[in-house]
């Protein structure tokens, strides 16, 4: 027999499995000693609004019978060597489901990353953190698994539309994740986890007779009567298939460069852009947690999210937390020399003592007059120019440029800054000076807005660490809504992140998807 109850449970009881087994049964009044029983959690969230956390938790409970199995996706694929190819440019989360969705509909997928495979990749992280030196295709933004591989591996996505997030879950677990990504209320992987996953989709993908290549960057398009028909190489191959789509995630500029060269329709894009804020963990776990000292054995470390509206030149904008991060690091995440970004990531076990979070200000097309003149390379001239400062005034390397937050507020230069997880390290600088008034002035606003709201979280025991630009894409490169195909150009199926249209792992998983479908479905097969 199985029974589905909701329990209210306190942290030991939803995290200890013994003790939860214990609770459960006496909750439904049985006799361990005398049945089979197995309880087990279907969904859980924190609720932390009390004085006292407790833990909300769906359950199934199995009397007198087996459990049913809770994976329902295995790693089986058929083999499509000899089947018609379609080109997936990008191996992050879209290109990678992209991929697996184009096996399951017998087409082959020819995978091209212009970085390298994510074992590969780890060097030239090394070489960043600790040399300062920038490989231009081989960084925490470019190689096999996107920037995802490298992040916290948060897959919470609100965007349902886009396809099954049940299903997404699966194929990582069927490929390494653990089962609690499927029980969480807001899962995670974790940075050290994702390599061995996304390793394991490669291989799913190679052993089904698809190809992943790479170091192989894209150049240009094989265009025939506005029919994109293949890509070329920089080693001048011509890679030929049914249609292309087009996964190179948010900070591939050049291929924005090279469509508005070839004059493939594109539009500047409104996007976010501010610094990384880190605080001890410990702190923001006595804020959300309510605990004098620390969280104790069981509570994960705890995360936020805040969004305050500001005012500035009679203009509103958001200001908002982006990708926090509880007990994790903040990162380089520069794509080309003579450039500083920062970004954050997460351990599976999110032990880290630090916490840093994007805070960001929304970025209006009408914010950036002096940059209407690249027409819809607007924004991202714009977001480039401020990368660029960041990296002047840091010192011409990877240390970034750092304030305590209620110095950046009184625009007071720290006199000392704080230890911190960014390993190339930190130069105290006012970032008024790297960031411009109408995200400056907002950012101090929402600082003090926030300490509000968070009891403690405006505190000079914190810093500000940037610049934080690659939250999302400052190009959009457009699609029919129906189709996801480019409105000009046939056979282009711009995809995810990159193009504008899904931020985060599951939703531009499930953009990859969509697109392989769609692709599949006008140009090789009238069934799906």
Not at 129 to 145: A, D, L, W
Not at 343 to 363: C, E, K, L, T
Not at 368 to 382: D, I, N, T, V, W
Request: glycine share 8%; charged share 25%; proline share 5%.
């Amino acid at each position: 027999m199985k029974k589905e109850i909701n329990l209210q449970l306190s942290p030991k009881e939803a995290y200890d499995d013994v003790v939860f087994q214990e609770v459960v049964a006496k909750k439904l009044g049985l006799n361990l000693r005398e049945q089979q029983f197995e309880a087990r959690q279907v969904k859980r969230s924190i609720d932390a609004r009390g004085r006292q956390v407790k833990v909300n938790v769906s359950v199934e409970a199995f009397i007198d019978e087996p459990a049913t199995p809770l994976l329902h996706t295995s790693k089986a694929y058929k083999d499509v060597s000899l089947a018609d190819p379609i080109i997936i440019v990008g191996a992050g989360p879209a290109g990678l489901f992209a991929a697996l969705r184009a096996i399951e509909l017998g087409v082959k997928p020819i995978l091209i990353e212009r970085g390298k495979d994510v074992r590969s990749r780890r060097r030239d992280l090394a070489a960043i953190n600790k040399e300062h030196i920038v490989n231009p295709e081989s960084n925490y933004c470019f190689g096999e698994g996107g920037a995802g591989t490298y992040s916290d591996g948060k897959l919470y996505t609100r965007s349902k539309k886009r396809g099954d997030i049940r299903r997404i879950m699966e194929i990582f677990v069927a490929h390494g994740a653990t089962e609690q990504i499927l029980v969480d209320a807001h899962p995670h992987i974790g940075t050290n986890k994702l390599p061995k996953i996304v390793t394991e989709l490669r291989e799913s993908i190679i052993q089904a007779g698809g190809e992943v290549l790479f170091d192989t960057k894209v150049v240009d398009f094989i265009l025939d009567n506005n029919e994109m028909k293949g890509v070329i190489t920089q080693d001048g191959e011509k890679i030929h298939g049914v249609g292309v789509i087009l996964a190179t995630g948010h900070s591939a500029r050049d291929i924005f460069q090279l469509l508005h060269r070839k004059k493939i329709l594109i539009e500047s894009k409104p996007f976010a852009l501010g610094v990384r804020i880190e605080h001890s963990q410990n702190l923001i776990d006595q804020i959300q947690y309510n605990c004098e000292i620390d969280r104790g054995p069981y509570l994960p470390a705890s995360s936020y999210a805040l969004v305050h509206q500001t005012y500035f030149e009679q203009k509103q904008r958001g200001v908002f937390s982006f990708c926090m991060c509880p007990g994790g690091f903040i990162v380089p995440a520069a794509t080309s020399p003579g450039e500083l970004v920062v970004n954050g990531m997460s351990p599976s076990r999110r032990d880290s003592q630090f916490a840093n979070s994007g805070i960001v200000v929304a970025v209006e097309l009408e914010d950036l007059p002096s940059y209407q003149k690249y027409g819809p390379l607007a924004a991202m001239e714009f977001q480039a120019e401020i990368e660029k400062k960041a990296w002047l005034l840091g010192g011409q390397s990877q240390v970034a440029p750092a304030q305590r937050m209620v110095d950046f507020a009184n625009r007071k230069v720290s006199t000392s800054l704080l230890d911190t997880s960014y390993q190339p390290g930190l130069k105290s600088i006012n970032m008024h000076d790297v960031l411009p008034p109408f995200i400056s002035n907002r950012l101090a606003d929402a600082f003090q807005a926030f300490g509000k709201k968070m009891k403690g979280y405006y505190t000079n025991e914190s810093q500000l660490i940037g610049v934080e630009s690659r939250t999302s894409s400052p190009v959009r490169i457009p699609r029919v809504k129906e189709t996801y195909e480019h409105p000009v150009i046939k056979r282009l199926y711009p995809c995810a992140e990159g193009a504008g249209y899904a931020g985060g792992i599951v939703s531009a998983a499930m953009d990859g998807e969509r697109c392989a479908e769609h692709l599949i479905a006008a140009y090789v097969s009238k069934e799906i």
